[in-house]
């Protein structure tokens, strides 16, 4: 299926090429496709960039390699015309690639720190993509900006729907957790002092993980903290109750109609029942699924007694906020991590 290839770039990058998505452009998408989007996503603008990222699987097969073609070719020239570090991204290879299970998504990518051989707390990241497509390759600059900060970094794979469903992958996450536990001493990190960050999908995962022990299982005590990166299934029940016209429709698809179901998978769920102690919960200041859903989440964990800081990233996007972190773009959410791990890791 292609939805479900090992794509090098999270699907959330599509806000790249969303804009002329319905432009009269024959170069960009051919008019078949571009009818393909309007039948999706409608034709107001200002919803095709989220409308594109979280219904991408809804695209004809012809559809999504087209947009797939464009996306590629429009990273490349704005590679080149910002002059920016991405080659030295796109050479960057991980210290290790960790498999967790026989399937191949179940991978981890490991990026040893820059330190003086002393043990380092380790950042694992986990990708977006609307819990169906994504890879552990989308990392940006995220393992220059840490591995330079001298953490250590990984990236985590998991297998997608409708090959696994949300718990599988969730438990996916957990086994990938305790499998860099089990080999700390060979990669240099601490196995008791863990933060884990992730995107959109990844975020609920995150989230997900760092409420409800089941998945992570004996590693669930070394989380010490969580970095949730503009997210909106933390209440799955309510976020199908809002008025948002996307998320609603995505939300069905991935979590289904039976409500015990939804409320099991929801996050805020799970407060209060141990939880990881240290939390930091980033929105785009103009998504308000996000908003709502990080500030409800981020009120129940700190009347649970956690630390909380629930903040509101301006000037960016659904994407940007996760793809600039680490460049001068992404300041606002650099400096708020960075803050956040320099107090939770002393």
């Known amino acids: 299926m292609t939805t479900l290839r090992a794509i090098t770039l999270t699907a959330l990058s599509l806000c790249v090429i969303a804009t002329p998505l319905l432009a009269q452009d024959r170069e960009r998408l051919s ?41 590629e070719q429009r990273l490349r020239q704005n590679r080149a015309r910002n002059g920016r570090t991405f080659d030295r991204l796109a050479t960057m290879q991980p210290s ?8 191949e998504r179940q991978k981890v990518d490991f990026f040893a720190p820059q330190n003086n051989g002393d043990e380092s707390f380790l950042i694992m990241h986990i990708h977006g993509g609307g819990w169906s497509i994504g890879s552990r390759k989308a990392v940006d600059e995220k393992p220059l900006h840490f591995i330079g900060s001298g953490y250590a970094f990984a ?13 599988q ?25 863990i933060v884990i960050m992730g995107h959109s999908a ?22 010490e903290g969580v970095i949730l ?23 069905k698809r991935t979590f289904g109609d039976d409500v015990s179901r939804q409320r099991a998978l929801s996050p805020i769920t799970h407060v209060g029942g141990g939880d990881a102690p240290n939390w930091l919960i980033l929105f785009d200041a ?5 908003g709502d859903r990080s500030k409800e989440l981020g009120n129940a964990l700190e009347r649970g007694g956690k630390s909380v800081e629930v903040l509101a990233i301006s000037n960016t996007n659904h994407g940007r906020l996760n793809s600039e972190i680490g ?17 939770v890791l002393r």
């Open 31 to 71: 008019r078949e496709c571009r009818r393909d989007v309007v039948k999706v996503c409608g034709r107001d603008r200002s919803k095709v960039l989220e409308c594109v990222q979280s219904q991408f699987p809804e695209l004809k097969p012809t559809c999504q390699d087209e947009v797939w073609d464009r996306l």
């Open 96 to 103: 290790s690639s960790l498999a967790y299970g026989s399937d």
């Open 155 to 167: 990236s985590t794979d998991y297998r997608l729907l409708p090959d696994a469903q949300v718990e």
């Open 169 to 193: 992958q969730a438990a996916d996450i957990g086994r990938s957790l305790r499998l860099l536990r089990e080999q700390a001493s060979e990669l240099g990190i601490n196995s008791d002092r």
């Open 202 to 223: 990844g975020a609920h995962l995150a989230a997900l993980i760092g409420t409800d022990p089941k998945y992570a299982g004996t590693a669930f005590g070394a989380i």
């Open 229 to 251: 990166l503009d997210g909106a299934a933390y209440n799955i029940p309510a976020q199908l109750r809002s008025e948002d016209a996307l998320l609603p429709r995505l939300f």
């Open 286 to 290: 103009d998504r308000a699924p996000s």
């Open 327 to 343: 460049t001068e773009e992404g300041y606002q959410q650099t400096r708020a991590i960075d803050s956040f791990l320099a107090q």
